[in-house]
């Protein structure tokens, strides 16, 4: 549920600028026209929101991520995902659900999530 709600949350981070996009024509004599980018990826979008965020729960900026530093985030996207599917768990569910995510990102079983790690993880292993 984690994966489905980062990956909504990638989609809305682009749609202003897909909005911007779409609200300013340009015509032929204006400007001339340009090869169309292939869109990012959910992959690399993750990637960019895990790189910007990462450094905010990263407390001893040690570039990885302990099970506290780990969990405090999940938690937050937790919270946010109840927030925006109305539904509700006790904080009991919350810790054992944060528990498990964390062993399942740490995939190399370190007891810290790098960012390749947490990429991977959010990407569903990709």
Known sequence: MIRVLTLSM???ISLPAAAQQASSPQTEATAPSAPSATPASPADSIASIVDTEFPAYDA?????L???EFSRWMVALKGQEMKTTGKTLAPAEITAWADGAFATADADKSTSVSKAELISYLSGGA
């Not at 001893?60 to 990885?64: E, L, P």
């Open 10 to 12: 990638a989609m809305l």
């Open 60 to 64: 001893n900026s040690d570039n990885q």
């Open 66 to 68: 302990d099970k506290s």
